[in-house]
């Protein structure tokens, strides 16, 4: 690879992360619950997929959530909603990756190879990358939050619902300790997290699909 391929990586990469950042600073409130809020970063996240590919990607959602961490400060519970954006950020490029699969489409990275057919979204590709993308983001988020996000969510000051006072890593610590069953806290976080996944992942999945065909008028 040349120096001069190299830098042009390295400065998309540090354009992406900032780029996702920016979009994380648009918040959407999500009526169920105060602490959630719908953003578009994750659209970055799959433009960088688009244009770089998965290593370079990866990057940018270290990038991206170091320096938010170093501009926001590191409140437990401000960490705990960054963990839970990096696992968003790692479903959606399993599940971008998947949909390729699924499509049969073997495109390189636009920095590499520019796509013949100007990246035409046909229905089909619509479809599936959406129902993908939707379907690991909800499942892989629902799944983490319920296990050990939420449990270490609701344990931190100012919430602390933990009976003893004791931060509480997982939900299996958390539930003998809480005023929850196993039963009422998965419904609980069923109905909080379950509808603002699917809505992110459905209005993340098709603005990026509609942005994408306009990626061939990109600069590379």
Avoid: C
């Amino acid at each position: 690879m040349s120096n001069y391929l190299r830098l042009k990586k390295m400065l998309y990469i540090v354009s992406l992360a900032a780029v996702s950042i920016v979009l994380a600073l648009i918040e959407i409130p999500w009526p169920l619950a105060s602490y959630l809020k719908l953003d578009f970063s994750e659209i970055a996240i799959l433009v960088s997929l688009l244009v770089l590919g998965n290593k370079e990607t990866v990057v940018v959602v270290i990038i991206r959530t170091i320096a938010r961490r170093l501009f926001r400060g590191f409140d437990p519970g401000d960490v705990v909603g960054e963990m839970l954006a990096m696992f968003a950020s790692f479903s959606i490029i399993l599940a971008y990756n998947v949909s390729r699969k699924l499509l049969k489409i073997n495109d390189k990275p636009l920095l590499y190879e520019v796509s013949v057919n100007g990246n035409h979204v046909g229905l089909k590709e619509m479809i599936v990358t959406s129902v993908v993308i939707t379907l690991f983001l909800t499942v892989i988020l629902y799944t983490v939050n319920f296990l050990i996000a939420t449990p270490l969510y609701y344990t931190l000051p100012p919430l602390s619902l933990s009976e003893s006072g004791n931060v509480r890593f997982t939900v299996f610590s958390f539930i003998p300790d809480s005023p929850f069953t196993y039963q009422s806290f998965f419904w609980t976080t069923f109905v909080l997290y379950t509808p603002f996944n699917i809505v992110k992942g459905i209005l993340v999945s098709l603005v990026f699909l509609l942005l994408k065909p306009r990626m061939k008028y990109l600069e590379l």
